[in-house]
């Protein structure tokens, strides 16, 4: 069963293609050189570099998969949530290829596609719990069987990337801020300055707009001491903040619904603390997966490997 998969929901153009849930190609056109320019993505950029891209990237994923447009069964794509402009190319390209070649279409969710691109490499064992950090959400989700998701908790403002980035911004930093203050937060002290953890409350909910305010004033403070800021410690200031309000809320949840499995996913699972955090987990006798750095973030593989779920669940009813 050969799927191809195509994801356009922000600042990625990908596509790829599954042979019965195998990936054969990933490929992935990042916009982000252009976004950075203007400090975040730039809806209407998006969506028109989508339309100039899709086309290569189509004929890329064929050709690294190694097979025909004939050999395709399914067409997969990201139908919900996302830039409308951009998920309407993507939405258009399914529909065109679908009806083309005489195939069923599967619109999917971007967040489900997300958590199963933990499945690619590894089969999930339920209960399962997942915790999902990207520039638009943070949820802690709870499954019971394949497709089920219930959601525990989310955040009650900012998501944890969309933190790092305006953070980021606010230290001068690059778009996308996440990776950068990730690199800076290697080498700094993560002690030196102080930041409150933020939402520590019995509930599974989050709050990282309270800790980009308290980042915000750390900041005015130490320039109005006209102290010179030690941008690595700060970083690793923040990240730790970020890292512990995560896995606190996380082990609150491993011992009240001991899971077989906890998977980390989304943009922000490729931050190397957080991997390291949460591989640690382990700890507590529950089976720890982080997906391969391309299934992180948006891509076409995670996609394609929801909609084979998606067939599979479907045949079996
Ligand atoms: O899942 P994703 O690619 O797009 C959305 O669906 O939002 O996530 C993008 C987010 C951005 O906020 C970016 O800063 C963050 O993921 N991100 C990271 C890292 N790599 C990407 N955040 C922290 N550390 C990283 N290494
Ligand atoms: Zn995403």
Redesign the pocket.
């Given at each position: 069963m050969v799927i191809l998969a195509i994801e356009t929901?922000?600042d990625e153009t990908s596509i790829a293609v599954l042979a019965d849930g195998k990936v054969l190609s990933n490929v992935i056109s990042s916009q982000i050189a252009e976004h950075t320019k203007f400090g975040g993505v730039v809806p209407e950029l998006a969506s028109r570099l989508h339309l100039k891209n899709l086309s290569y990237v189509l004929s890329q994923a064929l050709h690294n998969a190694k097979i025909a447009i004939t050999d395709i069964n399914y067409i997969a794509y990201t139908a919900t949530p996302g830039l409308i402009g951009a998920l309407h190319i993507g939405k258009v390209a399914a529909e065109t290829l679908s009806t083309y070649l005489e195939i069923p279409l599967l619109p999917l969710n971007?967040l489900s596609g997300?958590i199963y691109g933990a499945a690619i490499d590894q089969q999930f064992e339920f209960p399962l719990l997942a915790l999902l950090v990207?520039?638009?959400h943070t949820q802690l989700i709870l499954m019971t069987r394949h497709l089920k998701f219930e959601i525990l908790g989310s955040t009650l403002d900012d998501a944890v990337?969309?933190c790092?980035?305006k953070v980021a911004r606010m230290l001068g930093l690059s778009y996308?801020?996440?990776?950068v203050?990730?690199q800076l937060a290697q080498t700094g002290n993560p002690d030196r300055y102080q930041l409150p953890l933020p939402l520590n409350d019995k509930s599974y909910n989050f709050s990282f707009s309270g800790l980009k305010s308290a980042a915000a004033n750390l900041l005015t403070k130490i320039r109005n001491r006209g102290e010179e800021l030690a941008i690595n410690d700060f970083c690793a200031t923040f990240q730790k903040v970020c890292v512990d309000t995560l896995m606190q809320k996380l082990t609150m949840a491993i011992k009240e619904y001991q899971p077989k499995m906890v998977v980390l996913a989304?943009?922000?699972s490729?931050?190397?603390s957080l991997r390291k955090a949460f591989l640690g987990l382990e700890s507590l006798g529950v089976k720890a997966v982080v997906p391969k750095l391309e299934y992180c973030?948006?891509n076409g593989a995670m996609i394609g490997r929801l909609g084979y779920q998606e067939i599979l669940n479907n045949n079996n009813k």
């Open positions: 929901s922000c971007h997300h990207s520039g638009g990337g969309e790092y980035d996308p801020g996440g990776p203050i990730d989304g943009g922000v490729a931050n190397q973030t948006d």
